[in-house]
C-alpha cells in the first residue's frame, strides 16, 4: 500500500508525506545515490512532457549534490513561469534557484534577484521586492554595468507607486534617468520605460 501505479508515469508513493518519511530514514550516501540514479534517468527520459520532466530533473540534481546543474535547471523554470504569469509558481522558483547559487556567482544572483523582485510585487510582496531589487542593484553596481542599475531603479520606481510611495518613486525615476544619461544608455527599451516612469511621475504629482 506505499506505491500507486500510474498506466504511463510508472509507480509513485501514495503521497508526498510518505515520500519524504521514507526518504529521510535512508543514510545520506544512499539518497544521493538514488537522486544520481533519477537525475540520470531524467536527463535521458525519451518522449516525456518537459513540463514533467524538468521540475523532476532540478529536483533530484539538487538533491544529489549538483548544485550548479540545478541552479540552472530552476532558473530555467522560473522564467517559464513568469513567462506565463505563473507569479507564485515562478516566485517560488527563483528561491530555490538562491539557494543554489554561490555568493560569488553574481550574475547568476543578479537574474534571480531581479525576476523574484518582479514576481513578488506581482503578488503583493512589495517590501520583499524592494529588498530584491535592492540587493540586485548592488550586483549590477559591482559588475559595472549601470544600464541594469538604471533599469532596476524603474523597477523600485514601479513597486513605490504600488504601494503609492510616490515621492520615492518620482526619485527613482530621475535617478534612473541621471544614470541613463550618463552612461550613454540610449537603448529603445530603456529610453520607453523612462519615458512611462516620468509620464507616471507626473501625473501623480498632477504636472501637464
Known amino acids: 500500500g506505499l506505491l500507486l501505479s500510474h498506466r504511463q508515469e510508472g509507480l509513485s508513493f501514495r503521497n508526498e508525506l510518505l515520500r519524504v ?5 535512508l543514510p545520506e550516501a544512499d539518497r544521493e545515490r538514488i537522486h544520481s540514479a533519477a537525475f540520470r534517468y531524467y536527463l535521458s527520459a525519451a518522449g516525456a512532457s518537459e513540463r514533467q520532466r524538468l521540475p523532476r530533473l532540478a529536483m533530484h540534481a539538487a538533491a ?15 522564467e517559464s513561469a513568469r513567462g506565463r504569469h505563473a507569479y507564485i509558481e515562478a516566485e517560488s522558483t527563483y528561491t530555490r534557484a538562491l539557494e543554489l547559487l554561490d555568493a560569488e556567482d553574481r550574475r547568476r544572483r543578479f537574474t534571480v534577484l531581479r525576476g523574484r523582485g518582479l514576481m513578488r510585487y506581482r503578488v503583493g510582496r512589495y517590501e520583499d521586492s524592494l529588498a530584491d531589487f ?13 544600464a541594469d ?11 513605490y507607486d504600488w504601494i503609492n510611495d510616490y515621492a520615492r518613486s518620482e526619485e527613482r525615476v530621475y535617478a534612473a534617468q541621471r544614470m541613463a544619461d550618463a552612461g550613454n544608455h540610449h ?8 519615458l512611462l516612469g516620468l509620464g507616471r511621475a507626473q501625473f501623480r504629482n498632477g504636472s501637464r
Open 21 to 25: 518519511t521514507v526518504e529521510r530514514s
Open 64 to 78: 544529489a549534490g549538483l548544485r550548479d546543474e540545478a541552479a540552472a535547471l530552476y532558473i530555467d523554470l522560473a
Open 134 to 146: 535592492a540587493g540586485a542593484r548592488e550586483l549590477a553596481r559591482g559588475l559595472g554595468d549601470t
Open 187 to 194: 537603448s529603445p527599451l530603456l529610453q520607453v520605460r523612462l
Open 149 to 159: 542599475e538604471a533599469d532596476l531603479l524603474l523597477e523600485e520606481a514601479m513597486a
